[in-house]
């Protein structure tokens, strides 16, 4: 099979144990050039670009916030964000409490203070927040025709539980709940998804692909859909067990880079 597209998730599939890529994952993605690779993640664009920059392909089209944002050479192409009446019902569930509230809309990210949590995101994804409470930045937003790409909750597990299952229960018609971990909750619009951000490409940008010309790896429950919906859908072998039951092909872990691994075999 001649594959025409390549998408990849980025933490925990993509980089290894430095949160870096390696050596021989760059030279297998400028080998392969010019087929299209992909980045696509719940990352903002701002913690995507210098992967690109290492890769060479700072032309390909990113997508951001599991698909809450789509860009191809610093055009938007597809934006969809939170009404503002949940992010505001989300913001007094988290007032009485210790969570951590982190608001993003495409390049901006800002946190109510640069406490643990704000700092090791930081550290992670080598971006700088703003600092602002999520009332000002909610006040902003009302007046700019803003809202969120993504809202991160992160904080002690037993309040993060007691979130989840108020907004599950209060929000689901609107958003989407991702527990990346067990102290955090990743909340995108519910109708993005990584794999309706693919299809949006292939519908608008890479118009001569079709799903069944893509490769695609992952490694979490929010890899999934793109996963079963591609030509040839790859875990890691460190992803989680209902993604490695799902996958059509199983790779090296990331840490022992995987990606380059299924790149080098598939692509000669």
Same mark, same amino acid.
Request: charged share 25%; aromatic share 8%; with cysteine.
């Given at each position: 099979?001649?594959?025409?597209?390549?998408?990849?998730?980025?933490? /925990? &599939?993509?980089?290894?144990?430095?949160?870096?890529l390696? &050596?021989? !994952?760059?030279?297998? %993605?400028?080998?392969?050039?010019?087929?299209?690779? =992909?980045?696509?993640?719940?990352?903002?664009?701002?913690? *995507?670009?210098?992967?690109?920059?290492?890769?060479?392909?700072?032309n $390909?089209?990113?997508i951001?916030?599991?698909?809450?944002? #789509?860009?191809?050479?610093? $055009? =938007?192409?597809?934006? !969809?964000?939170?009404?503002?009446? $949940?992010?505001?019902?989300? #913001?007094?569930?988290c007032?009485? &409490?210790?969570?951590?509230?982190?608001?993003?809309?495409k390049?901006?990210?800002? %946190?109510?203070?640069?406490?643990?949590?704000?700092?090791?995101?930081?550290?992670?994804?080598? %971006?700088?927040?703003?600092?602002?409470?999520?009332?000002? %930045?909610?006040?902003?937003?009302?007046?700019? /025709?803003?809202?969120?790409?993504?809202? *991160?909750? *992160? /904080?002690?597990?037993?309040?993060?539980?007691?979130?989840?299952?108020?907004?599950?229960?209060?929000?689901?018609?609107?958003?989407?709940?991702?527990?990346?971990?067990?102290?955090?909750?990743?909340?995108?619009?519910?109708?993005?998804?990584?794999? !309706?951000?693919?299809?949006?490409?292939?519908?608008?940008?890479?118009?001569?692909?079709? *799903?069944?010309?893509?490769?695609?790896? /992952?490694?979490?429950y929010?890899? #999934?859909?793109?996963?079963?919906? =591609?030509?040839?859908?790859?875990? =890691?072998?460190?992803?989680?067990?209902?993604?490695?039951?799902?996958?059509?092909?199983? $790779?090296? !872990?990331?840490?022992?880079?995987?990606?380059?691994?299924?790149?080098?075999?598939?692509?000669?």
């Amino acid at each position: 099979m001649n594959y025409k597209l390549i998408c990849t998730d980025i933490d /925990g &599939t993509l980089l290894n144990k430095d949160r870096e890529l390696s &050596t021989a !994952t760059i030279q297998q %993605v400028k080998r392969i050039s010019p087929i299209p690779f =992909v980045l696509i993640s719940s990352r903002m664009p701002n913690a *995507m670009r210098h992967l690109q920059e290492e890769l060479e392909n700072k032309n $390909t089209p990113l997508i951001a916030y599991n698909g809450a944002l #789509i860009i191809a050479n610093e $055009t =938007v192409l597809h934006s !969809t964000f939170i009404n503002n009446s $949940t992010l505001e019902f989300i #913001i007094n569930k988290c007032a009485k &409490t210790n969570i951590h509230l982190s608001l993003y809309y495409k390049d901006e990210w800002y %946190v109510p203070a640069n406490d643990y949590w704000a700092k090791r995101e930081a550290n992670n994804t080598k %971006v700088i927040p703003t600092i602002k409470s999520n009332i000002e %930045v909610l006040s902003q937003w009302k007046n700019e /025709g803003k809202g969120a790409h993504k809202i *991160m909750c *992160m /904080g002690e597990e037993l309040e993060i539980d007691a979130l989840y299952k108020t907004l599950e229960q209060h929000c689901a018609d609107e958003i989407i709940l991702y527990r990346s971990k067990p102290t955090y909750i990743e909340i995108s619009h519910k109708s993005i998804s990584k794999k !309706t951000a693919i299809e949006f490409l292939i519908n608008t940008y890479y118009l001569e692909i079709a *799903m069944c010309d893509i490769v695609a790896f /992952g490694d979490n429950y929010n890899d #999934i859909e793109m996963l079963k919906a =591609v030509g040839l859908g790859i875990a =890691v072998k460190n992803a989680n067990n209902k993604v490695l039951a799902i996958a059509n092909k199983i $790779t090296d !872990t990331n840490k022992n880079d995987g990606v380059a691994k299924a790149l080098a075999s598939i692509f000669i």
